[in-house]
């Protein structure tokens, strides 16, 4: 009933933005996403008929409130499914700095849904795993159960039974891809993803544009994929980013994730590009830019994105394995 689990995190190439049922996490559009080698989470999940409560730790805080209850929601509802009456006791732990604004609930959520499921023996598929992990807190988390490049397709069905995700390649199909985490501000978020996008369905007078244009993103950044070009896709990328931010300023309110920070990464790399330098940039709902290049080139971005504007921190990385199962258990 002891089941530990890791899974990465996931940058989307093409976004997730909006959904068409909240309660089953069904997108309005598909999304193509990275799985990150060098950001994941470790959970350790325990079910038992001993336990007199459920705990929730995350990076050695016992989680309280909204924390606690975003979880424990999650847990309800595979509970219910399953018929499961013990309570639970869940350990998770990111391998990179909490409070770096990076998104870390899509790993979480993955490494969780992959923890319950083999705790619990469920004997689940991938594509059923990652439709466990659409319906947690973070629809993202359904493409971190897989490696390298992935799709989550958007579905048509109303039960959500074809809104799952799928790898496109491995993690070794692409060898040279690289992205560069620029943190330019540590702060939290203050809207959640899964309000912001329901406030921008709502307001965004936008909305329709980002939807019919999503098809072409999808087949354009496939085709990059399959084909190695990072012009392609880098390029389709970022212009699908500042699609999705334009949709979240002409949300009412308005979502303004950028600092100053933020933008100065942008116009750096435009100028870069501007040399011939091939990189893009990508952000999702928050200031940190991830910058999409090649591995000959990471060196001089990074000595350029370092000298010019006010970066925290940076981490370079790759694409990686999707989520796992291991023996090394949190407690
Ligand atoms: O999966 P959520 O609810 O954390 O939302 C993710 C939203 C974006 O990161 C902005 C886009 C994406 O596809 O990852």
New binding site residues.
Partial sequence: MKATAIAPS???LV???GRRNDRLVLPYNG?I?VSLNDLFTRTTVEFSSDFKEDIVVINGEVAEGEKFSRVINFVNMIRDIYSIDDHVKIVSENNFPTSAGL?S??SGFAALTLACSKALGLNLSDKEISILARRS?????SRSIFGGFVEWHRGNRDDGTDSYSEQIVDEKYWRDFRIIVSIVAKSEKKIS??RG?KYTVETSPFYKGWIDSIDNDLKRIRSGILDRDIELVGSVAEHNCLK?HSLMLSTVPPLIYWVPGTLQVIHTIHKLRDDDLACYFTI??GPNVKVICSKNDVKEIEDVLTDKCSIEDIIVTKPGKGARITNSHLF
Avoid: F, L, R
């Fill in positions: 996931n940058i989307a976004k997730y933005w999304s996403s998104a609930s899509a807190g973070s629809g993202s988390a993803s899964a996008m999705m999702d709902a």
